[in-house]
């Protein structure tokens, strides 16, 4: 048998589950695991500027593309800590990344040595599993089933934590007979699926609700197929954005109390039968007032993880199953059903839904200057084509992106939707970047957003990661303070400083510009909305001369309310400024508003 380092035999596995590159920042208590990749080639290293940004670029990298894994390193104490919130991310969106950190000796586990903590502990929560190894022969089982893990069921992240000594010790280890466990994916029956389209069979408004479980399965174009062979509407939710093209006859928008459209909820309000697939009811999509929801309309709910079933509101039928292997069996059900002529025919139902399309939109086009934020989304789909991947996190930015952009493709909106910590996006982008080089991105943040992990900038500046980095500044925790109308303060949530090294931003606080500009990336910043699209052209051409980040900063009204529900209740949501009247007030709407 070969002898090697527990380290190396760590790697070795590593490139035999597919790991192609890996994110972290070195120390003392991994090195030796760096020395193992160093000599085990195969494996490209990204240095991140902060081990959270680690995190962020390796969910990045698995959401970027079908398969991936991506991996963050980090050294013991503060490093693991600070991937926590990269691996709260990854949880709450099933998001596979794997974890790796250093540790002290095991002899000194309890002994309060140099920057050692039980990260295995902390971590448990927000992990699939978590795991100090103690003895060396135990790290190449441990991480097979590590994979095993991300891959099975609902994915998910897990977190390896090597001590120094158990890094280093040899161990017998043969490579080349290593094979990665099989995958295990629940699957619904012929059975199950039968009785959960008898539910489709006996409504007459029906709706399918994608999920991000569909995107996950790789099962997008089965979704589309088997809404096409029975034309019903499909509402994606936000981690099911581009399940189904925005501009697909079928496509029926968005749901929700915030990033939701005003057809989207319309259309879910006079359905009678939902059928959820690989979706949680996240209460985004739902709200708080669930018989608002609910009242009128039967569910069947399709997910992977048992325990997901039920977990938010009882369906009236719940099938486990991975969604590709769920949807294969809804086309052969369907087909058979159509070749039988028991189809019902939801022709009108769907027209109804494409009618509210053209007539219930907000509006985009104001040339108010200061630049009002629904323009610059406007500009924005003038400027991206079809082929354009999205990245973002939260705040107003994300929630009116999701009201105005469209997306087209699987994959080509990557946010993080239920954790949304702030500095997600700019290590994101650099992930997905890296996983997807051909595919054009353009990032999405608010000044905060923006600020929180700035530095990763100067990581995309050294490795050559190009993108458009559309930044919203509104010097304000515009969010925050659109949520504090209900307490009836605006307390501490102003950005705005007088800059007096920088007199023509006034009180719009940090200059972006000279800061993007000294991380080695390019900028632009903008205060007419007519050089909006401009600037966008210009940032194209730079990322692809310079192989950068271009940051194109966009100088907003300080105060907008973007639509929402105040009440959390999809059935309420307020219209805060003024609607689409006329077709220039939504030139870039899917359909062309129809007065």
């Known amino acids: 048998m070969p002898r090697m380092t527990a380290a190396r035999a760590a790697v070795e596995i590593m490139k035999r589950e597919g790991v192609e590159v890996a994110f972290g920042v070195p120390g003392a208590a991994i090195n030796p695991f760096y020395k193992a990749l160093k000599e085990g080639g195969g494996i490209s290293h990204t240095l991140a500027r902060h081990v959270e940004g680690a995190s962020h670029m390796a969910e990045g990298y698995t959401r970027a593309r079908a398969g991936n894994i991506g991996v963050c390193i980090g050294t013991s104490g503060p490093a693991g800590t600070d991937m926590i919130t990269g691996l709260y991310s990854a949880i709450a969106d099933s998001i596979p990344i794997l974890c790796i950190t250093g540790q002290a000796p095991v002899s000194k586990l309890h002994k309060e040595d140099f920057q050692a903590v039980d990260i295995a502990s902390i971590a448990k929560p927000v992990t699939k599993a978590a795991t100090t190894v103690l003895e060396a022969a135990q790290v190449p089982g441990v991480f097979q089933q590590a994979f095993h893990l991300m891959r099975s069921g609902r994915p998910g992240p897990v977190l390896i934590d090597l001590p120094i000594d158990v890094q280093q010790t040899e161990i017998e280890f043969d490579p080349d007979t290593y094979t990665p466990l099989p995958v295990y994916k629940p699957a619904a029956s012929r059975a199950q699926a039968e009785k959960a389209l008898s539910f489709l069979l006996a409504s007459e408004r029906p709706l399918i609700v994608a999920g991000g479980g569909i995107v996950n399965a790789d099962a997008t174009d089965l979704l589309v197929e088997f809404a096409e062979l029975t034309g019903v509407p499909v509402i994606s939710t936000l981690m099911g954005w581009g399940t189904i093209p925005d501009d697909h006859e079928l496509s029926a928008g968005m749901v929700g109390v915030q990033t939701a459209h005003r057809y989207g909820n319309a259309t879910f309000l006079e359905s009678d039968f939902v059928l959820g697939i690989g979706n949680r009811w996240a209460n985004r999509h739902t709200g708080y007032n669930l018989d608002a929801y609910t009242a009128g309309r039967k569910f069947v709910h399709v997910d992977i993880e048992p325990t997901q079933i ?5 369906p009236d039928y719940g099938v486990v199953s991975d969604a590709r292997a769920a949807l294969e069996l809804f086309v052969e059900v369907a087909k058979e059903l159509k070749a039988a002529g028991r189809l019902p025919d939801f022709t009108a139902w769907a027209a109804s839904a494409q009618e509210r399309k053209a007539t219930l939109q907000r509006r985009t086009h ?13 500009e924005m789909n003038k400027a991206f084509g079809p082929e354009t991947r999205y990245v973002t996190t939260i705040g107003l930015s994300q929630i009116a992106a999701a009201q105005f952009l469209h997306v087209y493709q699987p994959r080509n909106w990557i946010n993080c939707g239920q954790a949304g910590p702030l500095g997600w996006t700019i290590p994101a982008a650099i992930g997905a970047a890296t996983a997807d080089p051909q595919t054009p991105i353009v990032a999405l943040s608010g000044d905060y ?22 930044l919203v500044n ?27 090294n920088t007199p023509e931003l006034g009180v719009y606080g940090v200059d972006h510009v000279k800061v993007a500009e000294g991380m080695g990336v390019k900028a632009i910043r903008v205060t ?39 009440t959390v209740d999809m059935s309420n949501v307020t219209e805060f400024e003024e609607l689409a009247t006329e077709p220039g007030h939504a030139p870039t709407a899917i359909r062309t508003l129809k007065v």
């Open 449 to 470: 957003d923006f600020q929180f992990m700035i530095e990763e900038l100067a990581v995309a500046a050294q490795h050559k990661v190009p993108y458009v980095h559309v």
């Open 474 to 500: 509104n010097a304000y925790l515009g969010l925050i303070r659109q949520a504090q109308i209900g307490l009836d303060i605006n307390f501490q949530v102003n950005l705005e400083f007088e800059n007096i």
């Open 310 to 314: 039920g977990k938010i509101f009882p």
């Open 528 to 566: 007419d909305p007519n050089e909006l699209g401009a600037a966008f052209e210009q940032a194209k051409k730079w990322a692809a001369e310079h192989q950068v980040p271009v940051v194109v900063e966009a100088i907003l009204e300080r105060i907008t309310n973007i639509s929402m529900s105040r």
């Open 366 to 378: 104001f040339d108010n200057v200061p630049i009002k934020p629904q323009r610059v989304y406007e």
